[in-house]
């Protein structure tokens, strides 16, 4: 009996935060929607006027780019922005042949009249933080504006955010993504699908109100005071950019986000890819926490509903390890509902929070029309879309849980980069990547398992109960059997 309260007081823990965040989500939705209807004008700077064109750095900082260098800096290249006011960094901490390839790229461009220059240290301490640390002690600009080797602005990037550093207190523009190969597979879709909800729902509804919001590694512009005035970069955790973030708005720096400028950038499209990147979010999301957690609560700047927005922004990834232990523990709580009668009364209770599913789906919802439209064909794509997104994120949840947990413990771990493809088109392939690693994780192993447990979980809404079953819980164990063998059939396969 000690056994099934323990089960029972964890399980109800867990879903009550789940449901906390899902109503900082729809308030966050609220925000959104306020935002929309009230456009704001901010001053800009006259860009056609020399004496209000600041200089900028941009900051490249890439590490064994094989397959995407070329098409970076070819890209980069192209950037309309007076010559006399630009330079350009390319921090280079590769290890491959990749250096002596780049160092010609950079030289045909040095030839062309492009101030550009191939920085390169002798060991990768701080990793991208130190990179970008080191680039900033040289570098010419008043503002910083820094892309991932798989981003490719529009060629009036610099023009449509540069003119908002006009307000003396922004210390950072950031625009939203775009994915230029969003149709790829199914993993490139629920990936787009999760990242249009941030740059969305989430940094609107966040910026708007003057919350906390991050400046998202790439794709942004910074003004070299603040970064310098918030502690510069440091390499301490392994999401440098959120740390930075919220170091710069404790000192009273305003983020300007702009959703209408939209940067294209690559997605992982092996599995393998997405589970490493998605281990440094979230990994780094937990350590970010630890560090700045009582910094925004012992604030005297800030109002009580942003420390909360704080809070729970910096606990995002923690709620994967929510979502496991429900998933987890919801087998045997199916089967201590059939056994106490007298807890029939709570579990009636705990059933209401499935309200926490609904309002994810209407403030996702509400991001996905006012993209796609909101025509009947495009709901039924959308709800399609939701419950597969829903169902490979859970699959990832043991993944994610154990970088979650690393990270509040403190452990500490390099900052392992993303591979990148160079692929934006389906008849692409990603097959023969160098990059890719080939060994097969013991997590792997357990996903797979977790597959077969929640195929047990389907079974015995069959077994249980005097009544022929109970299926409450079936579409979710469903859901979790799905995801799981999404996620354990598709890693194995990018290891052959």
């Not at 709620?319 to 709580?333: E, H, K, Q, T």
């Not at 199916?334 to 807890?343: A, D, M, R």
């Not at 796609?372 to 997104?389: A, E, M, P, R």
Request: aromatic residues 14%.
């Amino acid at each position: 009996m000690i056994v099934n309260i323990i089960i029972i007081v964890i399980y109800s823990i867990a879903l009550l935060l789940i449901f906390i965040y899902a109503l900082a989500q729809l308030n966050l939705l609220f925000n959104y929607i306020s935002a929309k209807k009230k456009q704001t004008k901010s001053p800009k700077l006259n860009l056609s006027n020399p004496d209000e064109v600041p200089f900028v750095t941009i900051q490249l900082p890439v590490f064994n780019e094989l397959y995407v260098m070329e098409r970076l800096l070819k890209n980069i290249a192209l950037i309309d922005y007076p010559k006399d006011k630009l330079e350009i960094q390319v921090l280079d901490d590769s290890t491959d042949e990749t250096v002596a390839s780049t160092a010609l790229r950079i030289q045909i461009l040095k030839d062309q009249g492009l101030d550009i220059s191939h920085i390169t240290r002798t060991s990768r301490h701080g990793f991208k933080a130190g990179a970008l640390k080191e680039g900033l002690t040289i570098a010419k600009g008043e503002l910083i504006a820094i892309f991932d080797a798989d981003f490719l602005p529009k060629k009036d990037w610099l023009k449509r955010t540069i003119p908002y550093f006009k307000d003396a207190d922004i210390g950072v523009v950031q625009t939203r993504w775009a994915h230029l190969n969003r149709n790829y597979s199914i993993l490139t879709k629920i990936q787009a699908f999760a990242l249009d909800a941030h740059f969305t729902l989430e940094q609107v509804g966040r910026n708007s109100k003057g919350h906390f919001i991050n400046f998202n590694g790439t794709a942004g512009v910074w003004r070299k005071t603040c970064i310098i005035d918030a502690g510069n970069w440091e390499g301490d955790t392994l999401t440098e950019d959120l740390d930075l973030s919220y170091r710069a708005q404790l000192k009273n720096w305003k983020f300007k986000y702009l959703e209408n400028v939209e940067t294209p950038a690559e997605l992982p499209v092996v599995i393998s890819a997405a589970r490493s990147q998605q281990f440094r979010w979230n990994k780094g999301g937990a350590e970010n926490f630890r560090k700045m957690m009582w910094k925004v609560l012992k604030s005297k700047n800030i109002s009580s509903k942003t420390k909360l927005h704080g809070v729970l922004h910096l606990l995002n990834s923690t709620m994967f390890l929510n979502v496991f232990i429900v998933a987890v523990l919801s087998i045997p709580m199916l089967y201590i509902k059939n056994e106490y009668e007298h807890l029939k009364p709570y579990f009636y209770v705990m059933s209401f929070f499935v309200v926490s599913t609904i309002i994810f789906f209407v403030c996702y919802w509400v991001m996905y029309k006012n993209t796609y439209g909101k025509s009947f064909k495009n709901f039924i794509q959308y709800t399609v879309l939701f419950f597969t997104f829903f169902s490979i994120a859970m699959g990832f949840s043991l993944h994610n849980s154990i970088a979650v947990i690393e990270g509040h413990l403190g452990k500490r771990s390099d900052f392992v980069r993303t591979p990148k493809f160079n692929i934006s088109t389906i008849t692409d392939t990603w097959k023969g990547n160098k990059y890719l690693k080939k060994n097969l994780s013991v997590n792997i192993i357990f996903e797979g398992l977790l597959m077969l447990y929640f195929a047990f979980g389907m079974y015995s809404a069959f077994v249980v109960g005097d009544s022929g079953g109970d299926f409450g819980l079936f579409p979710f164990h469903l859901m979790l059997f799905l995801g799981f063998g999404f996620v354990f059939f598709k890693s194995l396969i990018s290891k052959v």
